[in-house]
């Protein structure tokens, strides 16, 4: 399995940024999905997920500016961010969850960088 985020950039306060990650594999329609964030010094903490059902749940942080959404016909998660802020700053990771016969699978991506700046 493989998880390839890509979207992240410099951004000025108040701007948007789209976050996509292309996840390879089989396992994607039953897995839930989720973005994370670790900015410097700080422990990566949980912004956005989604199951495979479609039921979301996002950061006290994040709420009514982030918006996470999944396609599965391209085995993608988006994160879309609205009227950011510097705090959003952080390296943001893309993880993969599901289980297949009784194991429990946990996969990550590299991170993408969003920078929140003027």
């Known amino acids: 399995v493989r998880l390839v985020e890509s979207g992240g950039g410099l951004v000025q306060p108040g701007g948007s940024l789209r976050l996509s990650c292309v996840v390879s594999?089989?396992?994607?329609?039953?897995?839930?999905m989720g973005w994370y964030r670790q900015a410097p010094g700080k422990q990566r903490e949980l912004v956005a997920d989604?199951?495979?059902?479609?039921?979301?749940d996002y950061a006290d942080s994040v709420k009514g500016r982030f918006t996470i959404s999944r396609d599965n016909a391209k085995n993608t998660v988006y994160l879309q961010m609205n009227s950011l802020k510097p705090e959003d700053t952080a390296v943001y990771y893309c993880n993969q969850q599901f289980t297949f016969t009784d194991s429990p699978y946990n996969y990550w991506g590299q991170g993408t960088q969003v920078t929140v700046s003027s």
């Open positions: 594999g089989s396992m994607f329609s039953i897995s839930s």
């Open positions: 989604i199951t495979a059902g479609g039921r979301t």
